[in-house]
């Protein structure tokens, strides 16, 4: 049973446009999710988290949005970068303890220049 | 402020044989997690470590262990290796504080093949 699904595998899109990459859950308990972007042969690196007591955070290009009712978090990326290509992973966790995330299976995103 | 390390790099073991990996924490980092990712699918949780302890524990068999010793550098043992115990064993250091939310640091992960 998996509890945090990423339904696309790989998004392209194109250079300056918006990338939407989206998460799903199952688990009601899980109250911290999070987003991370890795790069070939190096560990995933942190983007972004978002508490379960908002529906949105910002950083700079980097919004998360959560939809606690449809247990569905997205991340949208605006303007995408070449260098943004990467697999980014969407993970959750309870009591905001990252170091026991539960991930997703990662979607690739490739921005044509 | 260095980051995680691991080694080894890369590492080929066979069936039945056991395997440590290690791992150092970010300095100053009092939490550590170790995570399998098999090809093709996003990391597993294996343990937490916070301040020498195991703090919880995924859907993983005792024949998976660790520790974590006081300068925050921490062993993954592995006995009896299987098939599917070939992945990529990733671990992440982070500062658990009471009431906050944490970073994890990622290391760059330790590639198991077991023949």
């Known amino acids: 049973d998996q509890q945090v699904k990423q339904n696309s595998p790989s998004l392209s899109v194109q250079e300056g446009r918006i990338s939407i990459l989206n998460c799903d859950y199952t688990?009601?308990?899980?109250?911290?999710f999070l987003w991370y972007k890795k790069y070939p042969a190096e560990g995933p690196t942190f983007l972004i988290s978002?508490?379960?007591?908002?529906d949105k955070n910002e950083d700079g290009r980097f919004t998360v949005f959560l939809n606690k009712s449809a247990k569905h978090l997205s991340l949208h990326i605006v303007p995408s970068q070449p260098g943004d290509s990467a697999v980014y992973f969407c993970?959750?966790?309870?009591?905001?303890?990252?170091?026991?995330?539960?991930f997703g299976d990662g979607t690739t995103l490739t921005v044509k220049p | 402020e260095t980051g995680v390390t691991q080694s080894p790099t890369h590492l080929i073991k066979t069936r039945g044989q056991q395997v440590t990996l290690r791992c150092s924490s970010q300095?100053?980092?009092?939490?550590v997690s170790w995570y399998q990712q098999a090809l093709g699918q996003g990391p597993q949780f294996i343990f937490q470590?916070?301040?020498?302890?195991?703090?919880g524990r995924g859907n993983f068999p005792p024949r998976f262990s660790g520790l974590q010793v006081p300068n925050y550098s921490s062993e993954l043992n592995v006995n009896a290796l299987e098939l599917d115990d070939s992945a990529l064993y990733l671990c992440a250091s982070s500062t658990r504080l009471a009431g906050s939310t944490d970073t994890q640091y990622f290391g760059p992960g330790t590639r198991l093949t077991v023949l």
């Open positions: 688990n009601s308990m899980f109250d911290y």
């Open positions: 300095s100053g980092h009092n939490t």
């Open positions: 470590y916070y301040r020498e302890e195991e703090n």
């Open positions: 978002i508490s379960s007591i908002k």
């Open positions: 993970a959750a966790s309870r009591n905001t303890n990252a170091g026991k995330s539960t």
